[in-house]
């Protein structure tokens, strides 16, 4: 519960940041949350404001940070069903989609912190891996359904034998975070 609390306010920081928005004033105020499912609500609601807002000097301005639009490759390579996000564009359809807020992750892919993947078998879901810098390898951090719900076991497996078949020495002991 702490992690998810935690990745939940990353978020919310990280959209409001993006789109110049105040959590300290309404209609997005953070202090008014005094519950875990209200955080959830609040995020929910910038998800849907960071999904609909199209600013261009965004766009522009993560060229300008970063001299492209395109990603580096991807730490697994992609599949007939699980297919790397290439790109800024399409990490920013993803998150349209499928209602949750992954298109503010586009900074974390160009600085090596994490790669997305969309799945498309056995459910649709988004997949997160992320670099651990100290051990050099690459694990599961999230994977989520439309509207972040959570994915079946079926599909959580799924990814596990896709990762283990295409695990290179870089990529030793991928893991699932818990």
């Not at 790397?84 to 499928?98: F, H, N, T, V, W």
């Not at 949750?100 to 078998?121: L, P």
């Not at 990529?171 to 975070?177: D, K, R, V």
Request: glycine letters at 4%.
């Amino acid at each position: 519960m702490a992690i998810t609390v935690a990745r939940t306010l990353r978020d919310l920081f990280r959209m409001a940041e993006v789109m110049d928005v105040s959590l300290r004033k309404k209609p997005f105020k953070l202090s008014h949350c005094t519950k875990v499912n209200m955080v959830t609500d609040l995020h929910n609601r910038l998800v849907a404001k960071y999904n609909e807002h199209r600013d261009h000097n965004e766009e522009t301005g993560f060229v300008k940070k970063y001299g492209t639009l395109s990603f580096p490759e991807p730490p697994v390579p992609g599949s007939d069903t699980f297919h790397p996000i290439g790109d800024y564009k399409a990490l920013k359809q993803e998150g349209r989609s499928m209602h949750h807020c992954v298109g503010s992750y586009a900074g974390m892919v160009m600085e090596h912190h994490s790669y997305i993947y969309a799945v498309h078998e056995p459910q649709r879901a988004t997949l997160e891996l992320v670099h651990n810098k100290s051990t050099g390898r690459w694990k599961v951090n999230q994977l989520h359904l439309a509207c972040n719900l959570m994915p079946s076991e079926a599909t959580s497996e799924a990814v596990a034998r896709w990762l283990e078949a295409e695990e290179r020495p870089a990529l030793s002991h991928i893991t699932f975070n818990k």
